[in-house]
């Protein structure tokens, strides 16, 4: 806000600037071209009444500085006087385009923003011990939702998530992201275990595949990584079809990725062959968290090419905290990687990015008591 307001004073500053030249250089030549850029510059800072002002202040700073140095004719006069109304007149004209342009991105984000609430909710922030915290950095600023997901749901068997990532891009994604999620949110209450559930939604995505054509059948699949919270949060077991292996950040903020014992397809390709998958259970202490995301942030590259690593730049963030005594919070960790991620690429966004951290707390422990005395 801060930054616009000084913005605003940029035509304010391209007069004085006319000025200052005019005064500073011979008669014979004038400031009258840069005066009339003033009304230009203001068109996308500036309301038209302002607008206005601004072309009427050149106007009036062009007549004085010809009068100064007796210029003023029909040349060094009324043709710079008419320019400068005519650059005014184009410049309000700029302004409303502008503003027009502007109203309808606000309506497509607003838009775009519902969309994203109703086909991907934000998950509870917790969930018995177990805090939650989800981010969705889309590569197309006015989708907001593409083809990455999420999805963490309390069962009859404990909680269970999902992050994945399906083939395709921007919303045209969005309609296997609505297949994944759905048949997630059943399976996942009936399945008893992990390998029901994956097999459940192989053969959801298989019916959705053949509903949407041979060429969807045969190219559509989603890589996924499924997991699932033991009682108490003393483990975490994980199927990975395909996906980035996640992060485990333990207490002191040190970062292990958790690679499957064995590789496995993404799921919706049961119909070219069968593959085995394997449940791969890993520690979760107390005061750990699990990192999970798409391949937005393990693809990220810098201008060399480099592909970002989270298990190496993450700790070297969350190290001082740690020091400190001051354990990050879900949220923040994910949004101590977006940012990194943002710095490794130089702002630019190459693919979306689904991120969900899920934290157990450490045990708190109070003061330690004083002995009499001391």
């Not at 890589?223 to 980035?244: K, M, S, Y």
Request: glycine share 10%; aromatic share 4%.
């Amino acid at each position: 806000m801060v930054r616009q307001r000084r913005a605003q004073w940029i035509p304010v500053g391209v007069v004085m600037l006319a000025v200052v030249i005019d005064l500073v250089t011979p008669t014979d030549i004038t400031s009258a071209p840069l005066l009339a850029t003033a009304p230009v510059a203001a068109a996308p800072l500036l309301t038209p009444p302002g607008i206005i002002a601004i072309g009427a202040l050149s106007m009036v700073v062009q007549v004085v500085l010809a009068r100064v140095d007796h210029t003023f004719g029909w040349h060094g006069g009324v043709a710079n006087q008419l320019t400068l109304v005519a650059v005014t007149v184009l410049a309000v004209l700029i302004n409303r385009t502008l503003t027009g342009q502007s109203a309808r991105t606000r309506r497509a984000r607003q838009v775009a923003a519902v969309a994203q609430a109703a086909v991907l909710p934000r998950p509870p922030s917790r969930l018995g011990d177990l805090r939650i915290a989800a981010r969705y950095v889309p590569a197309e600023d006015e989708a907001m939702i593409g083809g990455d997901l999420y999805v963490v749901q309390e069962t009859p068997h404990g909680v269970r998530v999902m992050v994945g990532d399906v083939r395709g891009k921007g919303l045209g994604a969005v309609g296997a992201v609505c297949a994944d999620l759905g048949a997630f949110r059943y399976a996942a209450d009936e399945a008893e275990d992990l390998p029901g559930l994956v097999n459940a939604l192989e053969r959801a995505l298989l019916r959705e595949g053949g509903r949407s054509g041979d060429q969807e059948r045969d190219e559509g699949f989603t890589t996924a990584l499924i997991a699932e919270f033991a009682v108490g949060l003393d483990a975490v077991r994980i199927v990975n079809r395909g996906h980035p292996p996640p992060l485990l950040l333990d207490a002191e903020g040190t970062a292990t990725a958790l690679e499957p014992s064995q590789e496995a397809p993404p799921l919706g390709m049961a119909a070219l062959g069968t593959w085995s998958f394997p449940v791969d259970t890993f520690p979760f202490p107390p005061g750990s968290t699990l990192l999970c995301y798409t391949d937005g942030v393990t693809e990220a590259r810098d201008e060399a090419g480099v592909f970002y690593d989270a298990e190496v730049r993450l700790p070297r963030l969350l190290r001082p905290r740690s020091l400190v005594g001051d354990p990050p919070t879900p949220g923040q960790i994910l949004q101590l990687l977006i940012d990194d991620v943002g710095r490794h690429t130089g702002g630019r966004i190459q693919d979306d990015q689904a991120l969900l951290a899920l934290h157990r707390p450490a045990p708190e422990t109070g003061p330690v008591p004083r002995r009499p005395g001391v």
